[in-house]
Nanobody
Framework: QVQLVESGGGLVQAGGSLRLSCAASGRTFYAMGWFRQAPGKEREFVAA????????YYASSVKGRFTISRDNAKNTVYLQMESLKPEDTAVYYC???????????????????WGQGTQVTVSS
């Protein structure tokens, strides 16, 4: 049974940092990523990383502030978030792709496994 278990969310002041973790079990994946969803908004792409080779992808809104990384041995992906802004407030979801794509990772449809989400709140 595949499970994605997120941790690391919380409340932080603007300008602060948080690190999210997502531990995967049950199988290996071609890529893993993070999406977020704020109240009243659609789920949006944040970042993704290919398991083989480590190519990373970022949304323009987080590039330069967030860093996605993976630990192959632990089957875990991380999202280091720096210089957080109130507009980063959302539920953050871990996602994984078991089917494989050759292009850029960006769309929710490219990921077929999802975690339960973890709340990140950035106060001003």
């Amino acid at each position: 049974q595949v499970q994605l278990v997120e941790s690391g969310g919380g409340l932080v002041q603007a300008g602060g940092s948080l690190r999210l973790s997502c531990a995967a079990s049950g199988r290996t994946f071609y890529a893993m990523g993070w999406f977020r969803q704020a109240p009243g908004k659609e789920r949006e792409f944040v970042a993704a990383v290919r398991w083989s080779g480590g190519t990373t992808y970022y949304a323009s809104s987080v590039k330069g502030r967030f860093t996605i990384s993976r630990d192959n041995a632990k089957n875990t992906v991380y999202l280091q978030m720096e210089s957080l802004k109130p507009e980063d407030t959302a539920v953050y979801y871990c996602a994984a792709d078991s089917r494989g794509y050759s292009g850029i990772y960006y769309f929710t449809s490219q990921f077929n496994y999802w975690g339960q989400g973890t709340q990140v709140t950035v106060s001003s």
